[in-house]
């Protein structure tokens, strides 16, 4: 009997860190960030203003539980009891139904301050492609928002779409962005980055005899083009930070920063955890004004 | 702040833009909306530590916009959009 293939090529893995230099036991204020996404969920701990932990991971079909697991996950190995958490905020689409937060904040406010943070203040544009949208934030040296946009209408161009077309074309999510520089030459951009006709767009050039790794240099640079277009909406001053999952895609950003002339800031940081780390910074900011949880 | 909002498919981009610096939330262009696009709101939702009243795009009304505004927006002879005649600050304008 023929043997079924069940790899998830759109398949990228979850995570967990914890900064071995904090001692929670120590910190004045313990802070959380929430963020519960369309694709995935992050949590972050803060102890003083200071990244103690985090978690980063698949948004199930049930936001208050994938709030409650990220929550989980990030806390795990850490010994610290819940009850510890100063203030927690939920942002994200699912910023609404995360249980244990004592109020929510818009992705858009969360993601310039988490920017801001994890690139460092000169960062001035922040594009955040996450799973099922694209936003584009331009903010000051206080990472607050002067001018953002958000594109959460239609997916093309976002991650979700990246994972379809990975799984289309059985080519690990992870590797997509390399092998899409392993061409002979830079082929012409898919006409349409719409998830809906993905396989459509594949399909055809794959018939017309396309190397698997010209389709996907192809999407790549469509991709690209679109988030473009969409940002030059908002203007994009240097520096150029990129938060979101598709930050890791060196395939869509290094076409991306080819066409606009600027190099983009460098993070050791995981990019996906913007959104949270800004929701766990507010919460910190708002424990220090006195505003925070009635105990 | 310069808040877009809206969105971009494949017909094209629909964005209202609401310059929230001089927008004191006086609430003319709900009235003025016959199709209660506009909302008045105590707090700014992005951006946090400013609490004063602000203009915002109804959340559900955000990815319909080409259809709530249509409307106001006859494709010849298109009269002044009754939201931006009503602001007294000229804090709102449409990309389309």
Redesign the interface.
């Known amino acids: 009997m023929a043997e079924e293939n069940t790899q998830e090529y759109w398949r990228w893995t979850e995570s967990h860190w914890k900064n071995p230099d904090i001692r929670w036991e120590d910190a004045k204020i313990v802070t959380v960030g929430i963020d519960v996404g369309s694709v995935s969920s992050q949590a972050v701990v803060m102890t003083d203003g200071q990244l103690y932990a985090y978690s980063n991971m698949r948004t199930g079909s049930d936001s208050p539980e994938s709030a409650r697991n990220a929550l989980n996950f990030g806390l795990e190995g850490t010994n610290m009891p819940e009850s510890r958490i100063d203030y927690c905020i939920g942002t994200g689409y699912g910023r609404v139904n995360v249980p244990m937060a004592d109020r929510s904040?818009?992705e858009?406010?969360c993601h310039a301050r988490g920017a801001h943070f994890i690139y460092g203040p000169e960062v001035r544009t922040v594009l955040d492609v996450g799973g099922q949208d694209c936003k584009a934030i331009r903010c000051d040296e206080k990472g607050?928002?002067?001018?953002?946009?958000?594109?959460?209408?239609?997916a093309a161009g976002t991650g979700r779409g990246m994972e379809v077309f990975a799984d289309l074309l059985s080519v690990p999510i992870i590797d997509v962005g390399e092998r899409s520089f392993q061409v002979k030459e830079e082929p012409e951009s898919v006409s349409s980055t719409?998830v809906v006709y993905a396989k459509t767009e594949a399909t055809g050039l794959l018939r017309k005899g396309w190397q698997v790794n010209e389709v996907l240099a192809a999407y790549c640079s469509a991709m690209a083009h679109r988030i473009i277009t969409?940002i030059e909406?908002?203007g994009i001053e240097k520096e150029f930070a990129i938060t979101g999952g598709l930050a890791k895609n060196r395939g869509v950003i290094e076409r991306l920063m080819k066409e606009i002339g600027l190099e983009p800031m460098h993070t050791d940081w995981d990019t996906q955890i913007a959104g949270a780390v800004g929701a766990a910074l507010?919460s910190y900011?708002l424990v220090q004004k006195g505003k925070g949880r009635k105990k | 702040m310069i808040a877009n909002y809206g969105y971009r498919d494949g017909s094209g981009d629909y964005f209202i833009t609401i310059d929230t610096d001089k927008c004191d939330g006086c609430g003319r262009c709900v009235q003025a909306c016959p199709g209660d696009v506009f909302q008045v709101v105590d707090e700014d939702p992005n951006d946090p530590f400013r609490e004063e009243p602000i203009v915002i795009i109804v959340s559900d009304k955000r990815k319909k916009l080409k259809y709530e505004c249509g409307p106001c927006k006859p494709p010849t002879n298109r009269p002044p959009l009754p939201c931006v005649k009503a602001c007294p600050q000229d804090v709102i304008s449409h990309s389309w």
């Open positions: 904040i818009t858009i406010a607050k928002v002067v001018n953002f946009l958000m594109n959460d209408k239609c719409c969409l909406r908002i507010f900011a």
